[in-house]
Every structure is written in structure tokens, then in C-alpha cells.
């Protein structure tokens, strides 16, 4: 009989093998297989590439090119990403609790994705060690996901928003998607930087002044809706002005929810802070149909009693397809309704740092300068993408930050 740590590293090998021999556009269950690696936290408990272990520990290899993705290079180091999951039974996910947390030790990260028919994957940290651990527990995190957005307008209306002291006046669109507040300092006064937010409903310690928190509802899990109405309260009356709603709920190891279910949810959930804050649709992935566009324009026909002020989207693709980024926003916002669009994750599949930056250093301006797109967020604060060696700006976080 094999051992424990034998049968793991088996494991790891053929969900390696299964990646590198995978498609640009794969097939919609191996990226979805792959997927918890992203934001190392949802779990899809019933594809044919995951194994019974519980996900207790899980080895991996992954590139060693910088952002780059499994199957785009031929050199290879190890990843490790620690988590905490919190794992209930459920038809096809696990249930996370709130705030997401990813530890990366390295200066660079391993972007997983693919192209608008398929679903990216992300590796945080890499380091020379080899492992990906990632362990159930009942303290648990919130993350999010990755793609597109369309929709057909059914019911716009204006919000008077709440103000506070504490709501944000930078003028910049720019948000930071985190996961520990601690690690943002190096932001600080950076008047591009306008809001941030965490895939939870607390903001668990961000101090950056004149930044808004957004809180988000991230599923339809008790988990997650048993603290959402005193969270969104307590947020609104800090000075939040935005709530969004529902992690890429058209991808099964996110927040997995039927746009009717997520309709419903939303009207019980979102709907009563109509006129205290503006509120977000789901967030959609950019994959194929019946994902992404598909599945924003269902929701939208099936929630046309919502209140939906702005339309958040996900992009992830080559560093090299600018225009593909430019057009599919441009789309979005048609599909949205003509709604403003929030770019709540974005990122690189593949390329060199170099090619990242120069893709951040052309897109930035071009976001800046249309007036659809209300606000965005590259994915993500962390060590190994925006940051190096903690809150230290990387080069990424620098052209991020002030281009």
C-alpha cells in the first residue's frame, strides 16, 4: 500500500500531467477542476479530477516563468499556498467562510487561465519548496474568481448613497483586491488607489484613508448570508457606498448559483439596501456560454424587480491580447445594459513580467479614459503580483499605482 505522502505526490502528478496536456481552450471541467488553486479556497467537490482526499494536502508543480500558466512553459518550480477551508456538503462546492486568505512567499505568481471559453487558475505563491496545502477548517475564507459579463437591461434606477466621513475622496478608479489589510501600506497616499475589497463583508482591518470598502456578498451560503445584513449595515455607516453580490456564480467551484437562485438571492439579500448604496450584479466569469455573457443576461431577465447600478466583470487572458481585453469590456457594458462596469478581477494567463507590465502600462490609460468603466482591480495585492517582500510595491504594484 502506497503511503499517505506517496499517493499525494501520485495525486499532484496526474492533475499536473492533465493541465500541461490541456488546450489553450480547454474543456469547461478541467479549468474548473483546477480552479480552487486561484484563490485557493472553494473547493469543487465533484469533478472527475479531484480525489477524495478531502484536500488536505495537494502537491503541485507549477511554472517558473513569473505569471505564467501550467501548460505555457516547459520550466517548472514549486508552488506552495496555504489556506483554510471551511467544507460543507453540498451538491457541487464547498462552503467558505468569509475572508479569504493567501500567503505568498515569493516575488512572483503563477497566473492560471485561459481565453473567454474557458476558466483561469491562479497560484499564488511560489517559492523553491514543493507544496500546495491546502486545509479544511472550520475558521474558513472567502475568495473569488475569474470572466465575463453580459446582460440586457431590465430595471436601472438612481441611488442616493449614504456619505460619511469616511467614504473615499480619491478620484482614481483603482481598487486593490486583497486578502490582508497589513499588507497594503505601501499604498498609502497613492491617489489612484480609490477602494478596495476582499471577497468578504468586513473589512477586516484596512486603514488606507480616503479608500472605500466594499463589502461583498460572496455567496447564498448560510456561511455568507447570516452576517451579511449587519455587515453591509456596519459598512454603510463607515462611509461604503457600493455593496456588490455573488462570486462568479456561473462557475461550479466558485459560487455555483443558478442566475435564478442568484436572482432570488439577490431581492433577499441586496435589494433592501436599494437606495442606502449602490449595488452590484453578480460578478460573471469571461467564459462561454452558458457561462459569462450567457449567464449575465439571464440573470438580469430573471431579476428584473433588482435594483442593479453597476455591472462587475472578470478578465483573464494573454498578456498579450489587449485588444481582446478592450473589446470584451466594451461588450460587457453593452450586454450590461449600458450599466457602469466594475473590473473586479482582471490578470495575465501568460507572459513575462516584462510583457505583464507593458500590458498594465497600455491598459491602465485606456481604462482611465472610458467613461463606462467606473472602476477596476488587478488580481491582486499580494506578494508575488502587486507586492514583493510584504507591503513593498513590486514593479507590477509600482505601475499599477501611479501609472
Known amino acids: 500500500m502506497r503511503s499517505f505522502a ?8 496526474l492533475l499536473l500531467q492533465d493541465v500541461l496536456a490541456g488546450p489553450a481552450h480547454g474543456l469547461k471541467h478541467q479549468h474548473e477542476a483546477k480552479h480552487e488553486n486561484k484563490r485557493n479556497l472553494i473547493v469543487e467537490t465533484a469533478t ?14 507549477v511554472p517558473a516563468s513569473g505569471h505564467t500558466k501550467a501548460g505555457h512553459s516547459t520550466s517548472t518550480t514549486t508552488a506552495a499556498i496555504t489556506t483554510t477551508l471551511s467544507v460543507s456538503a453540498s451538491s457541487s462546492s464547498v462552503a467558505v467562510a468569509e475572508l479569504p486568505v493567501v500567503s505568498s512567499s515569493s516575488s512572483s505568481a503563477a497566473f492560471s487561465s485561459s481565453t473567454s471559453s474557458s476558466v483561469p487558475v491562479v497560484s499564488i505563491e511560489t517559492s523553491s519548496s514543493a507544496a500546495v496545502v491546502v486545509a ?28 460619511s466621513t469616511s467614504a473615499s475622496t480619491s478620484t482614481g478608479k483603482r481598487g486593490l483586491a486583497y486578502n490582508s489589510a497589513d499588507l497594503l501600506s505601501g499604498f498609502s497616499g497613492m491617489t489612484q488607489i480609490s477602494w478596495a475589497y476582499n471577497w468578504g463583508s468586513s473589512s477586516s482591518g484596512l486603514s488606507l484613508s480616503n479608500v472605500e470598502y466594499v463589502p461583498l456578498l460572496w455567496g447564498l451560503s448560510s456561511t455568507f448570508t447570516s452576517a451579511w445584513p449587519a455587515a453591509a449595515s456596519s459598512a454603510i455607516a463607515s462611509g461604503s ?44 466569469t469571461n467564459g462561454g456560454s452558458p457561462m459569462g455573457l450567457t449567464y449575465l443576461k439571464n440573470f438580469i431577465s430573471a431579476c428584473s424587480k433588482c435594483t442593479i447600478d453597476f455591472v462587475p466583470i472578470h478578465w483573464y487572458d494573454s498578456a498579450s491580447n489587449v485588444d481582446y481585453f478592450k473589446n470584451y469590456i466594451a461588450e ?53 503580483v502587486l507586492l514583493s517582500s510584504g507591503s513593498t510595491l513590486s514593479t507590477l504594484g509600482e505601475t499599477y499605482a501611479t501609472t
Open 6 to 13: 506517496a499517493t499525494s505526490a501520485l495525486v499532484a502528478s
Open 48 to 61: 472527475d479530477e479531484v480525489v477524495e482526499t478531502v484536500w488536505s494536502t495537494v502537491y503541485m508543480t
Open 136 to 163: 479544511p477548517t472550520t475558521a474558513a475564507a472567502a475568495v473569488q474568481t475569474t470572466f465575463a459579463t453580459s446582460a440586457k437591461a431590465s430595471s436601472t434606477s438612481s441611488v442616493a448613497v449614504a456619505s
Open 241 to 284: 457606498t457600493h455593496l456588490m453580490s455573488f462570486n462568479e456564480p456561473d462557475l461550479s467551484s466558485q459560487s455555483n448559483i443558478g442566475y435564478a437562485d442568484a436572482a432570488a438571492g439577490f431581492l433577499t439579500y441586496m435589494q433592501p439596501f436599494a437606495g442606502k448604496a449602490k449595488l452590484g450584479s453578480p460578478a460573471v
Open 332 to 384: 460587457a457594458y453593452t450586454a450590461g445594459g449600458n450599466r457602469p462596469i466594475w473590473i473586479t478581477e482582471f490578470g495575465c494567463s501568460s507572459g513575462t513580467d516584462a510583457e505583464i507590465n507593458t500590458f498594465l502600462q497600455t491598459v491602465l490609460p485606456w481604462l482611465d479614459e472610458q467613461s463606462y468603466v467606473a472602476r477596476y482591480a488587478y488580481f491582486m495585492a499580494a506578494d508575488g
